[in-house]
C-alpha cells in the first residue's frame, strides 16, 4: 500500500534554531518527492521537488534529502524564522499510466520568538 | 511564473444551493487540473483530477454528480458542488500541472467553503 509518513506530528522551536523533519514513503514504483509548505488557510507553495538520482536540494534555508533506498527523506530549517511557522507536507509520486500522488499528514511547525 | 488563482477566495452559502469555485492558471496552459478538499488540521484529499476537454477522474468515495467539475480549458477549471449541505463546509484547493501525469503541481490559494 502507498503510504507517506511524517515525524514529528506538531514541533515548537526558538526563532534562530535548525529543526528537521521527517518523510517514510513506501511508495512504489518512485517517481518523486516534494516537499510543500502551507501557510494556514493558503494553499501549498512547492519548497523542493527530488527525483530518484538526487540526494540534495537547497532553497534557500530548506534543504531537502532523500535516500531512495531506505525511502526515507528529510526537510532541514535553517535559522529559523516566525514566517517559517505552517504546516509542511511530504508528497511523493508514483510512477503509473498517469502519476498517482500521495500527500504525507503534514508537520505543523511552530516558530516562537 | 506558474501562478494559479482561485475565485472565491471565501463564499458562505445556504443548505441546498450550489456554489461555484474557478481555478485559473495564469501564466501557463494546465493540461491537467486537481480539485483537493482540506479539512481541519488534516492534509489534502484529492477530490478528482481532470485535463481539458474530457471528463474528470474522480477518487472513490467522491460523488461526481455533487461536486460538477468542468475543464473547458487550458487555463480554467471549475467545481461546483451542488445542493450544498453544511458537511460540504470545507477548503477546497486547485492545483494545476504543467506537463504529463502530476510531476509539478501549481497550487492556488484554496477556497474556504462554509455552507450554512
Known amino acids: 500500500k502507498n503510504q507517506v509518513e511524517q515525524s514529528p506530528q506538531s514541533l515548537i522551536i526558538l526563532e534562530g534554531k535548525n529543526c528537521t523533519l521527517q518523510c517514510n514513503y513506501t511508495v512504489s514504483p518512485f517517481s518523486n518527492l516534494r516537499w510543500y509548505k502551507q501557510d494556514t488557510g493558503r494553499g501549498p507553495v512547492s519548497l523542493t521537488i527530488?527525483?530518484?538520482?538526487?540526494n540534495t536540494k537547497s532553497n534557500g534555508r530548506y534543504t531537502a534529502t532523500l535516500d531512495a533506498d531506505t525511502k526515507q527523506s528529510s526537510l532541514h530549517i535553517t535559522a529559523s524564522q516566525l514566517s517559517d511557522s505552517a504546516s509542511y507536507i511530504c508528497v511523493v509520486s508514483a510512477k503509473t499510466s498517469y502519476d498517482k500522488v500521495i500527500f504525507g499528514p503534514g508537520t505543523s511547525l511552530s516558530v516562537i520568538p | 511564473g506558474a501562478v494559479v488563482s482561485q475565485h472565491p477566495s471565501r463564499v458562505i452559502c445556504k443548505s441546498g444551493t450550489s456554489v461555484k469555485i474557478e481555478c485559473r492558471s495564469l501564466?501557463?496552459?494546465?493540461?491537467?487540473m486537481f480539485w483537493y478538499r482540506q479539512f481541519p488540521k488534516q492534509s489534502l484529499m484529492l477530490m478528482a483530477t481532470s485535463n481539458e476537454g474530457s471528463k474528470a477522474t474522480y477518487e472513490q468515495g467522491v460523488e461526481k454528480d455533487k461536486f460538477l467539475i468542468n475543464h473547458a480549458s487550458l487555463t480554467l477549471s471549475t467545481l461546483t458542488v451542488t445542493s450544498a449541505h453544511p458537511e460540504d463546509s470545507s477548503f477546497y484547493i486547485c492545483?494545476?500541472?504543467?506537463?504529463?501525469?502530476?510531476?509539478?503541481?501549481?497550487f492556488g490559494p484554496g477556497t474556504r467553503l462554509t455552507v450554512t
Open positions: 527530488m527525483t530518484f538520482s538526487e
Open positions: 501564466d501557463f496552459q494546465a493540461t491537467t
Open positions: 492545483s494545476a500541472g504543467t506537463g504529463t501525469g502530476a510531476y509539478e503541481q501549481y
